[in-house]
C-alpha cells in the first residue's frame, strides 16, 4: 500500500510539474489573434509600401543628386538622377517610395515648388 501511495505522489509531483513548466511556456509566447495574418510584411517593403511626398531642396553630394530636407535635417539618395539634374538647386516636392534600409527614394515624380 505505502508504494502505491509513493508511485501516486510521484505521478502527481511529476505531473504538476508539467503543468508549470507548459503555463510558463505558455505566458512567454506572445497572444496570437485569430483575426491576423501569420505572415508579416516588413514595413519597408518598397514593393508594398505607398508613394509618399518629400520635400527639399536638390543638390549634389559626392557627386550625386539628393534630396535635403531642411526640417530634418536629412538627405535622401534619389534613384533617378535624370529627374532630379533640372531640378538642382531648387525647392521640389518629390513623390516616391522610401527604402529605410538604404535612405534612397525611388522617385516617381519630382515638381518645383513655389
Known sequence: MKKSVLRLAIVLAF??????????????QPARDSQQ????????????????PFSGTIVKEKGKFVLKDPATKMSYQLDDQDKAK?????????VGKLDLD????HVENIEAVS
Request: hydrophobic letters at 40%; aromatic letters at 2%.
Open 15 to 28: 505531473a504538476a510539474g508539467m503543468a508549470a513548466v507548459s503555463v510558463q511556456a505558455n505566458s512567454q
Open 37 to 52: 495574418p501569420t505572415a508579416v510584411q516588413p514595413q519597408n517593403d518598397v514593393q508594398t509600401q505607398d508613394a509618399k
Open 86 to 94: 533640372p531640378f538642382e538647386g531648387k525647392q521640389v516636392k518629390v
Open 102 to 105: 538604404t535612405n534612397l527614394i
